[in-house]
T-cell receptor, first 112, second 115 residues
Framework: SAVISQKPSRDICQRGTSLTIQCQVD?????MFWYRQQPGQSLTLIAT?????????ESGFVIDKFPISRPNLTFSTLTVSNMSPEDSSIYLC?????????FGPGTRLTVL | AQSVTQLGSHVSVSEGALVLLRCNYS??????LFWYVQYPNQGLQLLLK??????LVKGINGFEAEFKKSETSFHLTKPSAHMSDAAEYFC?????????????FGTGTKLQVIP
């Protein structure tokens, strides 16, 4: 299993600003995943972050809006840039393989 | 390509009654299937998973699910609902495709338990 922590757990931000979310895993992993859960909706994969290479973004998500860093095998950051109220969501970090995934507690973001 | 369909965004049951949450999947390769539970203001917790072993999978809190390939279903059941089961439940599918794995979630089912 993997234990995942995220910082911050929640934040309230002003429109036009940026927020960087940190994800720390207690073991080395090759792939880390970032999800968004908009209010009342399911989880949507934003991107997959491999250490040592650029993140792979899903359709509808772009690097300029959601830049990701992956400096080592236990850590990743997701930045939500130039925020608008539509970015208000829970952002979750995840690790795992095809037969099991582990999720962080999430970062609850509210944009005013 | 893979997808998950959860029938019923809201399900209400009486305390002590059977819980049945429906999930159908589509996958071009043999799938791995999961049920997650999310309590209010909390993260996702794995309830159970199917990874090509036994088709009847038992999970935590008395839940179980049966993988039926012929029906492409993975419905979640619990014989007797408890008030603490009130939460949102997500069905998910993953598959290996060309070395790339991706989790696809259903839209979720909110379970209400009526005393």
């Amino acid at each position: 299993s993997a234990v995942i922590s995220q910082k911050p757990s929640r934040d309230i931000c002003q429109r036009g600003t940026s927020l960087t979310i940190q994800c720390q895993v207690d073991s080395q992993v090759t792939m880390m995943f970032w999800y968004r859960q908009q209010p009342g909706q399911s989880l949507t994969l934003i991107a997959t972050a491999n250490q040592g290479s650029e993140a792979t973004y899903e359709s509808g998500f772009v690097i300029d809006k959601f830049p990701i860093s992956r400096p080592n095998l236990t850590f990743s950051t997701l930045t939500v840039s130039n925020m608008s109220p539509e970015d208000s969501s829970i952002y979750l970090c995840s690790v795992g393989g095809v037969n099991e995934q582990f999720f962080g507690p999430g970062t609850r973001l509210t944009v005013l | 390509a893979q997808s998950v369909t959860q029938l019923g965004s809201h399900v209400s049951v009486s305390e002590g009654a059977l819980v049945l949450l429906r999930c159908n999947y589509s996958s071009s390769v043999p799938p791995y299937l999961f049920w997650y539970v999310q309590y209010p203001n909390q993260g996702l917790q794995l309830l159970l998973k199917y990874t090509s072993a036994a088709t009847l999978v038992k999970g935590i809190n008395g839940f179980e699910a049966e993988f039926k390939k012929s029906e492409t279903s993975f419905h979640l059941t619990k014989p007797s609902a408890h008030m603490s089961d009130a939460a949102e439940y997500f069905c998910a599918v993953t598959a290996n495709s060309g070395g790339y794995q991706k989790v696809t979630f259903g839209t979720g089912t909110k379970l209400q338990v009526i005393p």
